[in-house]
Structures are given as structure tokens and as C-alpha cells.
């Protein structure tokens, strides 16, 4: 099912969601930013390590079907307490959404605890989780030089803002939503956004644009390889840029965790190259591959979807995507 044999660490929540969109509603689902970064990255490369929390509630049939697509649950502590759960409502749009309720219960007093197999894992994924826990679990990593992506929110740009900043000075690359960019770099301006981001300590900063795709912003000093010729702006000497579109779908069932399967699956293509030092060409194809991913998990509920691809599925959408957005 995946190219390479390259570990990617992956730390998260795995959470149970119940999710109302204007035309349907879903209770009891499979959730958490984990649960889908680990899907998304498993078609790319394996083995995929989880670490997370889960309660006594937590059904046995979301650890099969982890089982199913070959991801490690070993890093997954069984606690007596109760799933952390999240209850979310979008909008007309589909774009923007509410938290209705949020039960933090297994993640309140959690520590991540990375098994010394998955510590050396080469690329690294903080998604979505309290940036103390992100920091913890970079103290436990042992690989010499991992590279680490990360994401993060808005309630932790709000309430952990110093934690933040630190995971910044730790992490090869940031990936957070437009309006979370807005919000904490004080600017209505995505593009300045991106630069004082990079200035924040990361290499990579991703914006991601829902229905509208991403942008790609490289610090040069630390590319690999001379970006293309006119990935600059003359007004941000040193970054280098890169738009990506999404794919464009007709149905959106309901987007919860399409953050979260874009960078799994950019995580698990970039681990497919069977590097760590990346260059702005393989970041270019990870983020269509997570654009690509991402839609998939769209188009149901949970990972209803995402969870049922095949390697040929995302190809093809892959060649699509190619197609729709290049010009002689
Ligand atoms: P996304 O749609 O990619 O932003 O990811 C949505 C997922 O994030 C849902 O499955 C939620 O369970 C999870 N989530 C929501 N709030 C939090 C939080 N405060 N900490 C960790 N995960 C969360």
C-alpha cells in the first residue's frame, strides 16, 4: 500500500465528534487530529507510529480499522477516563465552523509518552494538540536531526501563546489555517502573515485556504536546492512562494479533518522520498499530495472516506489537479 519503509511519528488527539453540518449530522465518529493525520500519511509510507490518549469508551472498531491500514497503536495509552470528545456545527458555507462542546476528560492530565522505536523516527508530526504536549514530545525524540512539522489553533494562539512561540523555535515547518494566521500575526494580510510566521523560527511555514488550497512559504537560506526561478516576490527577498489550488469537489459532506489528512499525508509523501533534508520541489508535491488527500476526506463523514482510498485514487485526482491548474 506504501511506497517506502521510512517511520513517521505522528502525536495528536484521538477523539470521538459529533459533527452537524447544514444537511446532515453525525454522532459517535472517529475523530481527532491524529486519527486522521495517521490515515492520510499510511498510504505513503509505513511503518506510521500514533501516539495519543484514549478512554475506556473508545470503541475496539477504530483500533481495528488503525490495525487495518497498517498504523502502530502501541503509543496509544489506555486511560480509565473518558475519550476526549469535540462537537462542532459549519456553517452554510461549509468553510467556517463552530465548537459547540468541547470534553477534554483523558487529555486533561496527559503526558505523551513516545515508544523508544518510534523516538527515532526521521519525519515527525505534531498535529493539533496543546502546544506543552507538542514540546514534550519533542524532548523525547532521538533520531539526530528529525524533521518536524506541526500544526496548531486558535485556542492555543489565545491561551498558550509562550508554549507556541517555543514549538516555533523547534519545528522545520508550521501549517495553520488563514484566519489562525490573521489572527496571530496581527495582519489582515496573508502575505506578511507567512513572513513574520518564518520570522517566528520555522523554515516552512504552509497557510492553508480550505476550499482555496495553500501557500507555501520557504526560508531560502535553508532549501536544499536553488528554488525555482521566480518563486519570489521582489517585495519578500529570501522566501521563496508557492500556491497551491485544492481540488475542486462538487459535495462536501463534511470537512472535519481535512487539516489534519493534508498534512499526513504531505508528512507521508515527504517521508516517501526517503529523505530528511527536503528541497522546495519535494515540498511543492507534498502539499499537492496533501490538497489531493485532504479532499477525500471531505466528501463523508469522519474518515469514512479517507480511510477507504487507494494509492491509484489519490494518483488519479493527483493527475487531475496537475491538469487543472498548470498553463502552457
Ligand atoms: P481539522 O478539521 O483538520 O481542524 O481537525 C478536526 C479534528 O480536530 C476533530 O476531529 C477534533 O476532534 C479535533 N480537535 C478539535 N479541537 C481540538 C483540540 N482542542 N485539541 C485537539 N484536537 C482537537
Known sequence: MSDTQTPVLIGGSIAIDHIKTPVAEGKNLLGGSASFTGFAASYFTSPVHLVGII???FPQEHLDLF???GIATDGL???EGDTFSWTGSYHENMNTRDTLAVAINVLEDWTP???AHAAASPIVVLANMHPLNQLQMIEQLTAEKPFIAADTMDLWITIANDDLHKVLQKIDLLVINESEAREFCETSNLIIAGQRLLEKGPRHVIIKLGEFGAILFSNEKHLTNPPLPGSHLPSLPGVALFRCAAFPLTEVADPTGAGDS????LAGHLASTGKTEFSFDDLRRAIAYGSVV???TCEAFSANRLAHLTRADIES???????LTHWP
Not at 262 to 265: E, K, Q, S, Y
Not at 317 to 323: T, V
Request: aromatic share 8%; charged share 30%.
Open 67 to 69: 490495525a487495518s491500514k
Open 294 to 296: 485532504a479532499s477525500f
Open 262 to 265: 493534508f498534512l499526513g499525508a
Open 77 to 79: 495509552e489506555r486511560s
Open 113 to 115: 509518552k513516545v515508544p
Open 55 to 57: 478512554g475506556k469508551d
Open 317 to 323: 485526482r493527483l493527475n487531475l489537479l496537475k491538469n
